[in-house]
């Protein structure tokens, strides 16, 4: 809000006319010290022109919404992914949370520490709702690079396995997804877990990178440049996309 404000030259108080409230009140929106309404949400989306894209009333809703994911996540989930048009992605330990089953999902975050039954529930409800990205009609071009090792990583049970195999190649059917298998020996990719998101015209691109603690978003053109460098560096050292499918499928039959 904040940013969006300067950037229109408004001041605090001239916002605060618009939304028919005080100075205050807007510095403590933008402190975030202040509990929006939805009324307040809806304005500031027609102030800046932001109706369609429904910037703020989506961020109220995420406010109240209880999504089952960490807080540093949900401004990709909620405000990045659904608008990208290309994402790609790189992980050397598991499917991406774009690609994983249910069950494979389930079994993934029953592993986190002190984790409650209804806490793996909502995660899992919110990595599906996240999947939805590909209902939309246009949607991202999804361009996963994994880890050959995580195909034989037992997650769950060899059902399991199986199920989360056969999703990858049914995924890699729909002509906005492609899966490439990267040879074991590549150790560019050894950092760990990241996406980039190609936003549309006259949006900034960003990342996301991911560790034990926590991930993090980025905007920042040398960020991206670095990430985007050692994004080609492992699909060098990927197997061609017929290829890949090929030992998935073989790798599934060894599942038994």
Known sequence: MRRLRREARWSQAAVGARLGCTQTQVSRLELASRTPSQSDAERLDQMFGLTKKQHF?????????????????LGWVDEIEPAAKVIRSWDPLLIPGLL???EYARCVFAQSPRITEEEVE??????????RIFDRSD???LLVLIDEGVLRRRVGGP????????RLLAAAKLPNVCIQVVDPGCLAGMPGTFMIAEMPEG???ASYTDSAAEGRISTNRDILASLSNRYEAIRRWAYPEHVSLRMIQEVREEWT
């Open 139 to 141: 949607p991202p071009y």
């Open 159 to 166: 059902e399991v396995m199986r199920d989360q195999l056969d």
């Open 122 to 131: 909502a995660r899992v409800r919110a990595r599906l709702r996240r999947q």
């Open 100 to 102: 994983q089953t249910e």
């Open 57 to 73: 009333t989506l961020l109220y809703k995420r406010i109240f919404s209880h999504t089952g994911g960490p807080s540093w996540f």
């Open 203 to 205: 949006e900034p691109d």
